[in-house]
């Protein structure tokens, strides 16, 4: 059974702070990694969907690093702002179910 | 281009009684994903159709039960609720089948809660 995990569960930081985020996942039969942003009442939405080993993702202050020989992603949020507060998830496809992490809940603090 | 959506947004049921919930899928979008959320658990994974056929199927019990039509909109039915089956329930939809490389957009959930 494929397992992705995240930490940490929930970080709080201030305006302004730069922060980062782990997804680890099984290195074996390797195939994506998504990333999704899930805010309070709205739907989940995608950010990223990586594929290819040492791949960088860039969407505003937000990037993603992928790591497939290791089995691991990193989300970078440069500059936190209040907005950003979300609670971020991970999935990787286990012969094509999508399986989720159970996210890291971040809180920006003006 | 609309989203996808799910209708009912919330739903009260008692234990025992039956439910259908509803999505409908961003135009032009074939596969339908169904996923549950409980406190302290991270999506899990139900079912997904493809042209009106289930083509994948998460560990829950046959009392969780979908179908897909040929506008590909979807149903989910759960029988004989459970307590624990209170849980948001979110529909996700790509262009196509699997959910490897394909960007899945969900819609806003339903959240049910079984008395």
């Known amino acids: ?110 | 281009k609309a989203g996808v959506t799910q209708t009912p947004r919330y739903l009260i049921k008692t234990r025992g009684q039956q439910v259908t919930l509803s999505c409908s899928p961003i135009s032009g979008h074939r596969s339908v994903s169904w996923y549950q959320q409980t406190p302290g658990q991270g999506l899990q994974f139900l079912f997904e159709y493809f042209s009106e056929t289930q083509r994948n199927k998460g560990n829950f019990p046959g009392r969780f039960s979908g179908r897909q039509f040929s506008n590909s909109r979807s149903e989910m039915n759960v029988s004989t609720l459970e307590l624990g089956d209170s849980a948001l329930y979110l529909c996700a939809s790509s262009r196509n089948r699997g959910s490897a490389q394909e960007t899945q957009y969900f819609g806003p959930g339903t959240r049910l809660l079984v008395l």
């Open chain 1, 1 to 110: 059974i494929l397992n992705v995990e995240q930490s940490p569960q929930s970080l709080h930081v201030q305006e302004g702070d730069s922060t980062n985020f782990t997804c680890s996942f099984p290195s074996s039969n390797f195939y994506a990694l998504h990333w999704y942003r899930w805010e309070t009442a709205k739907s989940p939405e995608a950010l990223f969907v990586m594929t290819l080993n040492g791949d960088e993702k860039k969407k505003g202050r937000i990037s993603a690093t992928l790591n497939t020989k290791e089995g691991y992603s990193y989300l970078y949020i440069k500059g936190s702002q209040p907005e950003d507060s979300a609670t971020y998830l991970c999935a990787a496809p286990n012969t094509d179910k999508l399986i989720f992490g159970t996210g890291t809940r971040l809180q920006v603090f003006p």
